[in-house]
């Protein structure tokens, strides 16, 4: 049994580091050195036997072994703040916590909320939007969801829906234009773009790749930190955006926006709906689970 065991003490740095994808930003949620943590995991590992995470170019990923682990121990903390919570009255475990991003929760989730209510009454439902992915999340969640493709984690992927994505603009700005325009004349109008850093967010350089289009070679792109701005600037008609179907088919609806030419991306897996750590009444959760899957299908 002896050989079994490992030191539970360096469980924490490496549950922080998976569930972040980061030995710095670990470091600095625990008030460690960089080299704390990455001598810790190191440990880790030789007691294992076996890499956690992949080293390249100063950045960290999780190998397949490590992402297992990670979800473990991910749980095994989340269960011991949730009993010590409980022990203290603080936590409400008929409560389940949705996070979403900002504009998926915004555009797409709230229209539709009142029909989870209507069809279950007894879930108690706290949304939380964020901008940021997952791996920087600050509180526990019981259900996630955002765009594949960005950092997530040690979550566990529960399943996936696809998306269509293509230009969209304020129909002021094409009125020009009754029919959907060339791409030829997409690449003489401003094109607003949502930039992040790392670049997990599928582009403008993306869209015309996937689609086939040469890239003009001059492109006039206007730049936002979030990408409800991006579609803030395009109904106010200043240039055209990449829309997703799913968030924008109700703006398009309502006359706000309009499919600026006729061609899209189909992209299968678009959108992640992910298991966090935190437990709340398993029941409601899988109520949540089964309608998101209804609804992203």
Not at 19 to 34: D, H, I, K, P, V
Not at 145 to 151: D, V
Not at 158 to 169: G, K
Not at 234 to 257: E, F, H, N
């Amino acid at each position: 049994m002896r050989h079994n065991d490992i030191q539970l003490a360096r469980l924490r740095p490496f549950e922080a580091a998976a569930r972040l994808e980061s030995f710095t930003r670990a470091a600095e949620e625990l008030g460690l050195t960089q080299t704390a943590v990455s001598r810790q995991i190191g440990q880790l590992e030789e007691e294992l036997g076996l890499r956690l995470f992949e080293r390249r170019n100063r950045a960290v990923f999780l190998t397949e072994e490590g992402r297992r682990l990670g979800q473990v121990a991910g749980d095994a903390l989340a269960a011991i703040r949730a009993e010590v919570a409980a022990i203290r009255g603080s936590r409400d475990p008929d409560t389940v916590v949705l996070r979403c991003q900002l504009c998926e929760a915004f555009y797409w989730l709230m229209p539709r909320l009142s029909d989870f209510h209507a069809n279950h009454p007894e879930v108690q439902l706290q949304l939380v939007s964020a901008l940021a992915p997952l791996t920087e999340a600050t509180e526990p969640f019981d259900i996630a969801l955002q765009t594949t493709g960005r950092a997530s984690g040690s979550a566990r992927l529960l399943f996936t829906a696809a998306d269509s994505i293509f230009p969209v603009c304020a129909p002021s700005l094409l009125a020009d234009h009754p029919d959907p325009i060339s791409p030829e004349t997409l690449g003489n109008l401003p094109l607003l773009s949502h930039r992040v850093t790392p670049q997990d967010w599928f582009d403008w350089p993306e869209w015309f790749a996937a689609t086939g289009i040469p890239r003009p070679s001059r492109l006039r792109i206007v730049s936002f930190d979030s990408y409800p701005l991006v579609l803030q600037a395009a109904v106010t008609g200043q240039g055209v955006a990449l829309g997703w179907k799913r968030t924008v088919s109700d703006m398009i609806a309502d006359g706000k926006l309009r499919a600026a030419c006729h061609q899209h991306v189909d992209r299968p897996n678009e959108i992640s709906v992910f298991r966090g750590s935190r437990r709340s009444n398993y029941t409601a959760v899988d109520s949540l689970v089964s309608w998101l899957q209804a609804e992203l299908t």
